[in-house]
Every structure is written in C-alpha cells, then in structure tokens.
C-alpha cells in the first residue's frame, strides 16, 4: 500500500544516491541560508581516531602559537632558559615552557619573568583550563552517548517459505554484549518511476516487527503475497524502479536505560534472489548457544 512522503522527498533525479547509507546517515548536503556547522555534533559522533588526532593537532598549534608568542617577546623574560643554542633549542625550551602553563604542571625551572612574559603565560593558562574543560565534556559526551551498535547483513534476499510464499529478508545482530528489549523494526519500500522520476513509498508488513529480548540473531520477514507492493515483481523490476529498502530499528538499551534506533538500507543490487540465510549460531558443548557474527551474512542457494 503506498503512502506518503516519510521525510525523504518524492521528487527526485535518478541520479540521486540511495537514502540512507549503511552507517546511518542520509545522503544530504546542505548549503546555503541560515544552516551552520555544529562542531560539537561533529566532534561527538565523529569515530575515535580523527577525534584523538583533532584533540592532538589542537594542541599542538595552541602550544606553537604560545611558544612563536615567547620567542617574539625574547627568551630573556623566561629566566632558567639556557643560554642561547640555536633557533631550534630555543622554540623546543619555549614550547616545552607553553606545555608546562598550558597543563598547569610549572615545573619551577622556567618561570616568567616580566610583565609581557607574565601576561602571555596567564592568558595561556586560562585557555588550558578552558580547552580541558571542552575536552573532559567531549569525552563525558562520547562515553555517555548511548548507541545501538546493530550488524546487519550485507545483504538482503528473496527467500521462499516450506509453502512456496517468496518473501524478503534480512538478518541483524547485537555487535555489543549489552541487553536491548523491545527492539521494533520498521520497513519501507522505496521505487522511483521511470517516466516521471517521483519516488514513492510504501510500507511493508512483516511477519514479526518487535522482540521483546534480542540476544541472538533478528531475521526479519516480508512475505511478498499478493497484497505486498513487491508481488510478482522481478530482479529486472526491482532495477527499472531503482527499488530501494529502507530500515528503522528502535529499542530499549537496558544499560543506559535509554532508547537507541539504528537505520540502514538495501539497493535493488544489494539483494540476493532465491537464497536462504545460514544459521548463524550454534550451541556449545556447555549449553551455551554462540552467535558468529562472521556468519551473519552467509547465504545459500535454494536449490
């Protein structure tokens, strides 16, 4: 059954890339009017290693920028820098001197020694302060953030039940060791028309669209009957009409005792046909069932 725009747009090129990429996020640039860039936003959700090298670059050139500031005043007004041994050594005492205001550590060698040096390492020391400051939130703030951490499987298929009902699936897991409960599952389908280039929507059924505990692996179901949008279509189909899947998935993570949602979806290209998903557990010899995530997206054929 179509419905209405759920956000995304109805009319687009078919040009346009998919809706919603596997991490999450929607293909959407903005430019333009009163839009800005919210860098905390950035900075929290952005992944571990390009925030330890942003935090690491802006300490770095905070700390350059005091140490040219000490040099241009004169290494003079530092007292317990030795004498004169080279531009290099003396960029190394006067960084090492701005690490040390900046962290607060004062060693008590170097010490400033006038009103200019004076004035430098005080404002110095307030910005430290600061910066640490946003830099514990930032770290409060990523540790805090509840995520739901959800694999899916690379792809999606189009399977056939014992009854010969061909239906859509696609198959999560939990990554993380964390309990969710309540995990609700919702689908749309996605078709742009070749003449007109509009997109259309429609939800589709499933055979199961919430879990009350979710410890093991999620394949979630569509059967394809004649009701279904996807009834008699073909691969050739799904490709003319750029058919695309899109998925909303919200839970209770019992950890954080807050609610998390997770999205992804597939292409007409990203589905298998007439496959069937292997199981991807198994028990082991002391009772206790083992989920293989690496096992998540294997399929076979039907035969």
């Not at 333009?32 to 290693?49: A, E, F, N, T, V």
Request: glycine share 8%; with cysteine.
């Amino acid at each position: 059954m179509a419905t209405l725009d759920p956000g995304i747009g109805e009319k687009f090129s078919r040009r346009t890339k998919r809706a919603i990429n596997h991490d999450g996020t929607f293909n959407v640039r903005r430019r333009g009017g009163p839009h800005r860039h919210d860098s905390y936003q950035w900075l929290i959700q952005m992944q571990w290693w390009p925030f330890i090298g942003v935090v690491v670059a802006f300490f770095t050139v905070l700390n350059v920028a005091f140490a040219g500031a000490y040099l241009v005043l004169g290494l003079d007004d530092l007292p317990g820098v030795a004498a004169p041994r080279g531009w290099w050594q003396d960029f190394l005492s006067a960084l090492f001197f701005s690490i040390q205001t900046f962290t607060s550590v004062g060693y008590g060698h170097v010490y400033p020694g006038s009103n200019g040096s004076g004035f430098i390492s005080s404002v110095e020391a307030l910005v430290g302060v600061l910066t640490f400051a946003l830099a514990t939130g930032l770290l409060y703030g990523r540790f805090s953030r509840p995520t739901a951490r959800i694999h899916f499987s690379h792809t999606a298929i189009i399977s056939r039940r014992p009854d010969g009902t061909p239906c859509l699936q696609f198959r999560i897991a939990n990554q993380r060791n964390n309990t969710l409960i309540n995990l609700q599952a919702r689908v749309l389908l996605k078709t742009i028309d070749p003449g007109t280039n509009n997109q259309t929507y429609a939800f589709l059924p499933l055979e199961r669209s919430e879990v009350s505990f979710f410890p093991l692996s999620w394949t979630i179901v569509h059967d394809i009957t004649p009701e279904s949008p996807l009834h008699a279509r073909t691969a050739e189909d799904y490709a003319r009409l750029d058919v695309e899947i899109l998925i909303q998935l919200k839970g209770y993570d019992d950890t954080f005792a807050q609610e998390v949602h997770a999205r992804n979806s597939y292409t007409h290209d990203e589905i298998e046909w007439h496959r069937r998903f292997i199981r991807a557990y198994e028990v082991d010899d002391d009772g206790i069932a083992v989920l293989d995530l690496d096992q998540l997206h294997l399929t076979e054929s039907l035969g």
